[in-house]
T-cell receptor
Framework: RKEVEQDPGPFNVPEGATVAFNCTYSNSASQSFFWYRQDCRKEPKLLMSVYSSGNEDGRFTAQLNRASQYISLLIRDSKLSDSATYLCVVTLARQLTFGSGTQLTVLP | EAGVAQSPRYKIIEKRQSVAFWCNPISGHATLYWYQQILGQGPKLLIQ????????DSQLPKDRFSAERLKGVDSTLKIQPAKLEDSAVYLCASSPETGNEKLFFGSGTQLSVL
């Protein structure tokens, strides 16, 4: 079983739609969780941290479920500019492990 | 603020040749990482430095890969000899300190081994 697993997609959604991605992790001792965004042929960039209580940043909401060992990212009112690959990141003992990413395309 | 600088941007070599990549992290960032990203996959950590010391190199193929960060600032990653499966984007990242997991990535070096 992979340490961090994501549905690769692709997710193709119309503008304005709401879309959600899940990410599961195998080690229950994992400590910190993040979502990174990677545009085509670009480097990954931090999108948001994920806290146990859940957190929101504008149209983006991240949640953590430690009991089931998954994190989620919800994007409301999708924009064309949201098209990218979304990477789930899990840390344990200061080592970051990236998922393979979920590809999102927002269609006009 | 200047970001993480990497060079070259692209490199094409034949198998069994050698290649080196260079990275200059954000000024003042103590921790530097080298990642390998194969097409369609997430970044995989090769090596992590804290200042000029190695924190984690457990996934570095040491028979062919080497990295150094002699003065605790810029770093080089070398592959010798290269194999076809080394074709990937090599990403350098830095963070202010170990334990701060918010990484800043460079643009990467795209390596093609023919």
């Amino acid at each position: 079983r992979k340490e961090v697993e994501q549905d690769p997609g692709p997710f193709n959604v119309p503008e304005g739609a709401t879309v959600a991605f899940n990410c599961t992790y195998s080690n229950s001792a994992s400590q910190s969780f993040f979502w990174y965004r990677q545009d085509c042929r670009k480097e990954p960039k931090l999108l948001m941290s994920v806290y146990s209580s859940g957190n929101e940043d504008g149209r983006f909401t991240a949640q953590l479920n430690r009991a089931s060992q998954y994190i989620s990212l919800l994007i409301r009112d999708s924009k064309l500019s949201d098209s990218a690959t979304y990477l789930c990141v899990v840390t344990l003992a200061r080592q970051l492990t990236f998922g393979s990413g979920t590809q999102l395309t927002v269609l006009p | 603020e200047a970001g993480v600088a990497q060079s070259p941007r692209y490199k094409i070599i034949e198998k069994r040749q050698s290649v080196a990549f260079w990275c200059n992290p954000i000024s003042g960032h103590a921790t530097l990482y080298w990642y390998q990203q194969i097409l369609g996959q997430g970044p995989k950590l090769l090596i992590q430095f804290q200042n000029n010391g190695v924190v984690d190199d457990s996934q570095l193929p040491k028979d062919r890969f080497s990295a150094e960060r002699l003065k605790g600032v810029d770093s080089t990653l070398k592959i010798q000899p290269a194999k076809l499966e080394d074709s990937a984007v090599y990403l350098c990242a830095s963070s202010p300190e170990t334990g701060n997991e918010k990484l800043f990535f460079g643009s990467g070096t795209q390596l093609s081994v023919l």
